[in-house]
């Protein structure tokens, strides 16, 4: 028998960051449970964290690359699949230029640090703006009201949950998520915590979800209502003279201009539009404002909205307007390990709509465009169409906005590369297929969880297994090759020493304590490691917990992490202001010009008929978005992918609990089996998001025996969140009738 080894990892699967503990006998994986030494997650898992074993295993995965011929996918070496994209590039270059390349990137990227850093080098390379991301389905409007209000995009403050006395969550279900834009292994055993401290917990949304049945108080709104809401909040704050910034009152700027802008929103004139009584809008502005602290965390129901960065923007103002902002126990901004140390003083702000779409002229984001034009960028002919897109970790046919025009334009493309270990309901019209390693053959740490974390914490896993392939940065490096022009067979350490160049280059060229010091010098003080760990390890020692080289000791270095495989814990959140923010004030600019311009729209939308059933989505703790539906103890039991209905609607539609509705929107139709709830509002119908797995073409043995229905045909391109180009997925006009 072989020997019976004990590892300890990071969960890579979502936003928790719980840590594993690991048990393999040779190079098996025989079990998997949560790791009770971990510093962050001290034993939490939910029932996917002990599914990496299945994955890996998961006869469908995909171990070769493979290519398209004859309208068949068929494995071919990676020499043959490299060598295949370089011809076929060339080739689309030439009749369709730059300007007709596009990028889609998904979720799991920013899962793994080798494709969020490496991502860059393929997007350098391929010289294009058509970049589009899961972004625009999920969170943009957090980035740009963050962005705006504090100058960063990523200046993201999270709920400091185990210190808070108070928290209002808006459109978040994290008994189902385990959390998102807020990293909290055990995020259950830390609301109950508030309780047990005293403390309180309130939920809005328009579902008695999970959360809501544990929480304090639940109360129903309408959705898409949290902005006009929120607006009424602070509106209670101003006219009751409960406004108290506390000590952040130092940095925030345009609390004056606020009272007058949210005069309109009274709780009665919010009342018809957000379905809450306007009692209860006063009594719960006046508990924030009395708790000793308080968070207004707001999630994903509150960003796929109309008013998506509106709703965000305001669950800071709430936030701030009580003293709560950068305080413990409210809403707090995490510094990463590998965050430099920050100076406070002006930046360079943050803008929008540096450069538009080609066909509906929708600003630019944060570098990247809304992913509902991606259908319309490739199927409108004309100069910049795109005949030629790459997509990595990423299944557009099912996340973004009106997939049957999604399905039918990458159809049309030229060429269509996808990085993805699956042959799904995406890459099924890729031309070539390029399978990264599984999650336990590479390497991880979590870049960006780290920077959206509630504690301090740096947490590295080695790889467990062989990758029996290319790792990712292997991967994009070599499309990176492809795309510049280098060829194929080119030298992948020509852009792995461009990758460490630059962050090596960064480190010296500013006035930190390694400043003017030789690059090539420190490149020979990194360890043997992969390319993309090399690039991690210079991050890491640079940042404001490193050991800087050795001129700090006892501070982090890839050594320490390996020898602490539980993680080590940097402390709780400290006050970040004033240098988290870079603004061109270098102040909080709470009344940002573009936000409160906004308003307008949001006071007009009081004034409209909101009678008429709605669609909204849900998350459920055995689901991750599209991917995860292949892995038999996920998916067993009851049916998941239901149309939720509540009693009342049930008998005037004419629904049985079991039967089929066929719902309709402005963008399409679907019948889907009727579950009928009374934990859902009336006029307000839940489908969740990520099924549909019966596309001819996909490998999705498990999955497609329990196929569910895809949402996203129902959803509208032409809808968006016009501050962040965010797709409004949740709020759907739909009509439901016996299918
Ligand atoms: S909560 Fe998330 S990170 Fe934790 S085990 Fe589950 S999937 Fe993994």
């Known amino acids: 028998m072989a020997e019976r080894t004990t590892h300890f990892r990071t969960c890579p699967l979502c936003e928790a960051t719980c840590g594993l503990e690991v048990t393999m006998e040779g190079a098996s994986v025989v079990r998997i449970r949560g790791d009770r030494e971990d510093v962050f997650s001290h034993g939490f898992i939910c029932p996917k964290g002990s599914t990496l074993r299945q994955l890996h295993e998961d006869p469908d995965r995909l171990r070769l690359p493979l290519v398209r011929r004859d309208g068949e996918h068929v494995e071919v070496s990676w020499e043959e699949a490299f060598a295949e994209v370089e011809q076929r590039l ?38 294009t703006r058509n970049i589009f991301s899961a972004s625009t389905v999920d969170q943009m409007p957090r980035h740009v009201s963050s962005g705006f209000a504090y100058g960063g995009p990523l200046a993201i403050p999270v709920p400091d949950l185990d210190r808070t006395d108070y928290l209002l969550m808006l459109g978040a279900n994290p008994l189902e998520s385990n959390g998102s834009l807020c990293t909290a292994p055990d995020f259950p055993g830390r609301l109950a915590a508030i309780g047990e401290r005293g403390g309180r917990v309130v939920v809005v949304d328009p579902r ?27 509106h209670v704050l101003f006219d009751e003279d409960l406004v108290d910034l506390g000590p952040a009152g130092e940095w925030i700027d345009g609390v004056e201009q606020l009272g007058a802008v949210f005069e309109p929103f009274t709780p009665e004139a919010v009342a018809a539009a957000t379905w809450i009584e306007p009692d209860v809008t006063r009594r719960i502005a006046r508990e924030i404002a009395a708790a000793p ?53 002006p930046g360079r702000g943050f803008k929008t709509g540096r450069w538009a779409t080609r066909v509906s002229g929708l600003p630019e984001v944060k570098s990247e465009f809304p992913v509902a034009a991606l259908a319309e960028e490739i199927d409108t002919p004309g100069d910049g169409q795109i005949r030629v897109l790459f997509t990595v970790a990423g299944n557009p046919a099912r996340s973004c906005p009106d997939s049957d025009r999604m399905n039918s334009a990458l159809d049309t493309l030229e060429l269509m590369v996808s990085v993805d270990p699956y042959l799904n309901e995406t890459t099924r019209h890729a031309d070539v297929i390029l399978p990264p390693p599984s999650a336990l053959a590479r390497s991880h740490y979590d870049l960006a969880f780290t920077g959206l974390s509630i504690r301090n914490v740096s947490n590295y896993s080695p790889a467990l297994v062989d990758p029996n392939g290319p790792l990712e940065e292997e991967i994009l490096s070599r499309l990176a090759l492809i795309a510049s022009g280098q060829g194929a067979d080119a030298d992948t350490r020509t852009i792995h020493e461009m990758m460490l160049g630059g962050v090596l280059a960064g480190v010296v060229g500013g006035d930190g304590p390694l400043a003017g010091r030789d690059p090539a010098e420190l490149a020979t003080e990194l360890g043997d490691r992969s390319p993309a760990d090399r690039v991690l390890e210079v991050m890491l020692r640079t940042g404001w917990a490193g050991d800087q ?94 149309l939720q209905v509540h009693p009342a609607d049930a008998g005037e539609w004419g629904l049985v609990d079991g039967g089929d509705a066929k719902v309709t929107s402005a963008a399409g139709s679907l019948v889907a089996p009727v579950e009928i709830t009374d934990e859902i509002a009336r006029s307000v119908v839940s489908l969740p998001h990520g099924w549909g797995h019966d596309a001819p073409g996909a490998r999705l043995s498990v ?18 969140d016009p501050l962040s180009g965010n797709a409004v997925l949740n709020g759907i006009p739909v009509s439901v009738v016996p299918g």
């Not at 999955?703 to 968006?720: Q, W, Y």
């Open 90 to 127: 060339t080739t689309a270059l030439e009749s369709a230029g730059r300007d007709g390349v596009g990028v889609y990137l998904g979720n799991p990227n920013v899962h793994n640090h080798a494709p969020t850093l490496y991502g860059r080098a393929l997007i350098m390379a391929l010289g």
């Open 208 to 234: 008695r979800t999970a959360t809501a049945k544990i929480a304090d108080e639940h109360l129903t709104i309408r959705p898409g209502g949290d902005a006009a809401w929120l607006a009424a909040l602070a």
């Open 293 to 345: 602290t308080a968070a207004v965390y707001g999630r994903i129901g509150t960003n796929t909205v109309e008013f998506g960065t509106l709703a965000s923007w305001l669950t800071d103002v709430v936030t701030a307007l009580t003293g709560n902002l950068d305080r413990p126990g409210g809403l707090m901004w995490p510094n990463a390990a590998h965050q430099k140390a920050r100076k406070p003083g």
């Open 549 to 642: 080289f050795g001129a700090v000791p006892d501070g982090l270095n890839m050594e320490k992490l390996e020898a602490n495989p539980h993680g080590i814990d940097l402390g709780a959140l400290t006050p970040q202001l004033p240098t988290v923010l870079r603004t061109v004030s270098g102040r909080v600019e709470l009344a940002a010009e573009p936000l409160v311009a906004d308003i307008d729209r949001l006071r007009a939308s009081l004034e409209r008929d909101s009678s008429g059933p709605v669609l909204v989505g849900r998350r459920h703790l055995r689901s991750n978005n599209s991917w995860m539906h292949n892995v038999e103890v996920l998916v067993k039991g009851r049916e998941r992918c239901t």
């Open 703 to 720: 999955a497609r025996r329990r196929p569910g229905v895809n949402t996203n045909v129902l959803t509208d391109a032409s809808k968006l």
